[in-house]
Structure formats: C-alpha cells, structure tokens
C-alpha cells in the first residue's frame, strides 16, 4: 500500500517535472511564471541572508556608474570606428590618400547651404582646396586652413559650383546651389545641375565629379549625387525658360550636410614621375595614291 | 497524511542547504569549483535509509528546491530530473541491517558522480565541449563534507524514527 502510493507520487511529481521542463524548453509563459513565483518568494531571503553593508551598496553603486560611463564611451568609440572604417573602405576614397577628420562646428549661411569645420588642419597637412569626401561621395572643398582646424565648403553652399560628368556618356556639366536663374523650383537640400553644352540627362544618372588639376579643388570621379528631375527642354518652352539654352536638372547630393560626422580630407600628392606614352595599335596601311 | 516531525525537518535541512549552496557560501569566499554540494547529502541520508523509490521521490523534490531557489536553473526541471536519478541510485545501496560506515559515502560518491555526469551532459549538449575535471573539486569536497554529515544525518534521522516521531 505503501509501496504504491509512494510509486503514484513518484509518477505524479515526474510527470509534473517533464511537463515544465517541456514548456520552458518550449519558451512557454508558464516556465516564466515558475521562475518569477519562486524569485518572489526566496528573493528575501537571499538578500535578507546577504545583507550587504551600506558602505559596500554605495561603493558598489559608484563603480556601477563608473562602468556604465566607460561602457557607454568604448560603445562611442566602436560606432565612430566603424564610421571611419566605412569611409576608408568607401568608394571615394578608393585609389586617394586622405585625411580623417571629424565635424566639429557646422554653420548655416544666410543664403543657403552650409560650412563646417573639421578637426584637422594645416599641421595635419591639409591645404586650402582640398577635396573633401564622405563614404557616400563628395562633400565639398577646404576654404580656410587653421593650425587645428579647417572649414569645409559643403556642396550646395553659394558659390559652390562643381563641374561634372552626367550618366554613362559623361557630358560635362555643372552643379551648384539653386539660383534664381532656375525657371524651376527646386526642394530644399538639392541642387541645380546646368548642361555646358547641349545634352539630355535622364533621371536616375549618376553625377561624378570633372576634375581638376592636381585634384584641387575637386578630385575626379567622386559621386556627387543622383538626377532626380531634368526641367523642361528649353528650345520647346522658350517663355517658360528665357536665356537658357542648354538642360538643366534637379541633382539629389550623394552625401546629406545635415549628418555627416567622419569625413576625409584627400591629401593631393604632386605627381613626380612623368606620364609614359601608350602604346597603341599599329595603323592600318594607307593606299597609296 | 500528517506531515511528521522527521519530514519537516528533512524538508527544513533542505531548505536551508539549497539557501546556504545558493546565497551565503559563495559569499563566505567558498570558490564555485570546490562548493559542497549539500543538497545531495541531505537526498542521500534519506535514499539509504529508505531505498530507491523514497530517494527518488525526495531527490526529485530536493532537486526543485535547488531549482527554484534563484539564480533559477534554466532549462527548468532539468536538475530535479538529474537528482531524482542520483536519489534513486543511493536508494538502491539500502541495507537493511548493516551500519557499514562505508557505505552511505559510497552512495554519496555514486549520487554526486550521477548529478555531475548529467551537469556535464546538458554542458555538452548546451555548449558542445565540456571540461570535466573543472568538477573533480565538487566531487571531492561533497564526498569529504559527506564522510562527516552523513553519520550525523543518519543517526539523528534513526533517533527520530526510535522516537516514533518518523
């Protein structure tokens, strides 16, 4: 008798066992509930147990707050790495030797656009006009050069006016702030691209860089931004676009002003070696007359 | 059932060695790979006394206590099951009439080897490599804390009984 109410016993509790085992297995609720139930019962009398004296409790708390300082600022660290680490592996400043830097101040200027300033500067060896990139593309050029720091010329800023390439065929053209010239009104934030000579954008082309000598102010290549409207042609609508005679278009820049944080200064390196002439393929033999 | 004087203070020697494993030893400086596992030596002392199926039983609840004292055991249930099988094996070194002091020890050793080859199987499965003389120090000490309690456990348990208060 005995026997056997021990064994029912026995085979009631495994049974309960193998059923919370099987749920918390299976992330059920109830697992979770069997788990606060019992930390709401023993929790006091843990503590009561290991009552900690107050003078430790204080200690203890001040280095808690310690470590979560110093947590929070490796965590900073790792984020601003990581940034810096994109823009290194970034297209723009593939093939270019740069220097990292960091936005320290931003301005905006009264009419429109925007500088700021980097925490590097001349004896960094940065120069006036040097080119200045984000890992998405181009951010503007160097204007003023201070011992520590230098301030930055953001594209779209007045004055700003970039020569570029447009899509595939590359036709050359420029990028620059809105202007009153524009027949068209232009969001806020992107920028008026104007033909040099008569060409057809399309929406979605890519906008690179021109170039310039020695790469300043503006290495070539760099991604300026992306065409996001192309106004209408002028040559049709000649009320609506007087004085124009090329198309013009609206550019979304690659890189937005608002958040850039690690930034890249391209170093221009004079070229010392001379250009050696390549070789081509033979020309075809002339008739002769 | 009427709980009995020797069942509360069974459950009661539990308790507090589930609270003492848990919450005050490691606060007394006793380092986790040396902490006597007392809990098991309270399932022992029953489990030779009363055979297999009795260990079983308490081992499983023993095994619950130590679950649900917190840090709560994850997955739960997992070392009540463990502790069940350690009772039941100490349960099948009853004798019914000797006092071999040998032998509780070696039903100790046998239940504390169970419980620690089941925490380094859920290691395994859990983690994928184990490091098994990592819990050599547990055995050892259990077994020592044993050679000393298990007589007192046993003699105060066979008090009780003479006293028919078992």
């Known amino acids: 008798m005995q026997q056997q ?25 109830v697992a979770a509930a069997v788990r606060g139930g ?9 503590r009561a147990l290991s009552a900690a004296p107050a003078d430790e409790v204080a200690r203890l708390e001040a280095e808690n707050l310690r470590l979560r300082g110093a947590a929070a600022a490796r965590a900073e660290d790792r984020a601003e790495l ?3 680490r994109a823009l290194l592996d970034s297209d723009p400043a593939a093939g270019h030797t740069l220097v990292a830097a960091r936005v320290v101040a931003a301005g905006l200027s009264a009419v429109g656009g925007r500088s700021v300033t980097l925490d590097a500067g001349s004896r960094d060896g940065i120069k006036v006009d040097s080119t200045v990139v984000a890992a998405g593309g181009l951010v503007g050029r160097v204007v003023t050069v201070a011992p520590f720091t230098c301030d930055v010329q953001v ?28 027949r068209v009104v232009r969001r806020r934030g992107t920028l008026s691209l104007s033909f040099v000579q008569p060409g057809t954008p399309a929406v979605g082309d890519l906008v690179r860089t021109l170039g ?5 102010p503006y290495a070539a290549g760099l991604l300026v931004g992306t065409v996001i409207a192309v106004d209408p042609d002028p040559s049709l609508t000649p009320t609506r676009s007087p004085g124009r005679l090329t198309r013009a278009g609206t550019v979304r820049p690659a890189v937005d002003p608002d958040t850039l944080d690690v ?18 393929r033979a020309a075809p033999p002339q008739a002769k007359p | 059932m009427r709980p009995t004087t020797l069942g509360l203070a069974r ?20 380092p986790g790979d040396w902490m006597p596992d007392l809990v098991l030596i309270g399932v022992v002392s029953t489990a030779v006394l009363r055979g297999p199926q009795h260990g079983a039983i308490v081992g499983l609840t023993a095994g619950w206590l130590v679950e649900l004292v917190p840090p709560v055991g994850s997955p739960l249930g997992l070392t009540a099951l463990v502790t069940m099988l350690a009772g039941a094996v100490a349960g099948t070194f009853r004798s019914p009439s000797s006092r071999a002091a040998l032998r509780p020890s070696a039903a100790l050793l046998a239940a504390t080897v169970v419980v620690e080859a089941g925490r380094l199987g859920s290691a395994a499965l859990a ?31 066979r008090a009780l009984v003479r006293r028919r208060l078992g």
Not at chain 2, 128 to 150: C, D, F, K, Y
């Open chain 1, 38 to 46: 019992a930390a709401m019962v023993m929790g006091p009398v843990q």
């Open chain 1, 82 to 84: 990581s940034r810096l």
């Open chain 2, 127 to 157: 983690e994928g490599s184990v490091a098994p003389t990592e819990r050599l120090g547990v055995l050892v000490t259990t077994v020592v804390v044993g050679l000393v309690a298990l007589p007192a456990l046993l003699s105060a348990d």
């Open chain 1, 263 to 280: 930034v890249g200064v391209l170093v221009a390196r004079a070229r010392s070696v001379p250009r050696s002439p390549a070789p081509t």
């Open chain 1, 155 to 182: 594209l779209g800023s007045a004055g700003a006016v970039v020569g570029v390439r447009v899509g595939a065929a590359g036709q050359l053209a420029t990028v620059g702030p809105p202007t009153a010239s524009d």
């Open chain 1, 5 to 29: 109410s021990g064994r029912r016993l026995l085979g009631g509790l495994l049974a309960v066992t193998l059923a919370l085992l099987a749920a918390d297995l299976a992330g059920s609720p």
């Open chain 1, 212 to 216: 310039s000598v020695d790469d300043t």
């Open chain 2, 11 to 30: 459950a009661a020697y539990l308790v507090v060695a589930a609270l003492l494993t848990a919450t005050l030893l490691p606060r007394l400086g006793v």
